[in-house]
């Protein structure tokens, strides 16, 4: 679900879907239906509401993109306010003889208690807000956002071009690239948006400035010639009401209008604008130091209100000591914190570790069976494996590397394939493995499976050979156990033991004798 342009929990509504529609229609039939004063008064109240959630919305988010939908909501809570002038001029006029509260208590609070019911002063609020919003704040971010529309075209081509080398550089894949390229053309959409959306606020300002005079005029013609009131008398409730009319209508697009000048002039960051605000006056504790001794001066000053002046320039100064203890902190930090990192140097070839391609990892207890280098009866049969590969398979394994691994279980080992485990097994180097073919004897020892093809064994002591060998046993040296385990672990695996190395030193060995 999408609203106001900020990105929730996607659930499905359909009846949401069907809402926006529908209250733009009850907007424009607003503007033809006489609306009673109750009603208005709930009107208008969401009308200010919507304009302050619209506010704090563009003051909340990140960045743009967290609020696209702006654009249309300006439209949308213009044309909104513009029924809600020709609502009210409607029951003014007809109505407004009756009374200040002939138009709703929201009208009257606003004609009246705000302005503590002199006429000439709301006229001059009225002015000052319709100014303040029509030349101050409207035509400042219009012409931010058409000059942010203008750079984010020209710019758009660049842009494109730089996805389009990281996607072909392979930085990012294409669906982030997508992604970016919808962006770039969602940022110049927006700003264009905006830029034409600002001539409906200033629009909707002239409209305020002509729906006054029409209703003070057009009042005071009603009040004196059909309800034959004085002319004080309908001056000052027709005055009242249009007054009270044109603020409940000009507030909220001033708010509405502040709310498009925040979100066009952001710089997207990580921080939200209050956390923006707050991070960078917070890092220049100078500034709020000056400040501090500026206002600590003009309290001292003969003629000056020294108690007002006093208390900002220690509230200033305290701000300023805060701030900078936090700089000091996190300076602080920073030292330790790259003072505990270690020194990164350039990566070279001689730091990469080599895997071998084949690799034999023994137990301490398995260490005896290789102690005696080449006339070890391990590395005699790992030898004859690789002769007799080459005789049946037709190319020549690596190397077997055979190293020791301390935290291995005490009598295991396991086989690797550059680097990943490929098989491990139990080797006892004191005892022999007796294979046991179905229906033998039982014999006396630790029952296991023979870790090549899991049938079952028993691992006898030395002692019990003549034994296991008479019941029909099938018996075997700890070197053998290996052994048979390697030959068929790398027959398993020939596959990935033929690399393009391999597959070149075959090549090199045949044009010697086929050239």
Known sequence: MNILGIETAKLPSPSAQGAIPVLVLLVLIMMLVPLPAVMLDVLFTFNIALSIIVLFTAINIKSFKDFVAFPTVLLLTTLLRLSLNVASTRVVLSEGYQGTDAAGKVIEAFGVFLISGNFAVGIVIFIVITIINFVVITKGSGRVAEVSARFALDSMPGKQMAIDADLNAGIIQ?????????????????????????????????????????????????????????????????????????????????????????????????????????????????AL????????????????PHFIFITFAFLFGGLAYLAHQRTIKREEEAAVAARAAPIREELEWKDVPIVEPLCLELAYRLIPLVDRGDESDLIKRIKAIRRKFVTEVGFLIPSVHIRDNLQLPAENYRVLLYGAEIGRGQCLPDRLLAIQPSGAEVINGIAVKDPTFGMPAVWIERSQRDDAITKGCTVVEPAVVLATHLDHLIRQHASELLGRQETQDLLDHFKLSYP
């Open 174 to 286: 294409q669906n982030e690239a997508k992604a970016r390229r919808a962006e770039v053309a969602q940022e110049a959409d927006f700003y264009g948006s905006m830029d034409g959306a600002s001539k409906f606020v200033r629009g909707d300002a002239i409209a305020g400035i002509m729906i006054l005079v029409i209703n003070l005029v057009g009042g005071l013609l009603v009040g004196v010639l059909q309800h034959d009131m004085s002319f004080g008398k309908a001056l000052a409730t027709f005055g009242a009401l249009t007054i009270g009319d044109g603020l409940v209508a000009q507030i909220p697009a001033l708010i509405i209008s502040t709310a498009a000048g925040i979100l066009v002039t952001r710089v997207a960051t990580e921080d939200d604008f209050s956390g923006q605000v707050s991070k960078q006056f917070q890092a220049n504790s100078n």
């Open 289 to 304: 130091a000056v400040v501090a001794g500026i206002f600590g001066v003009l309290g001292v000053i003969p003629g000056m």
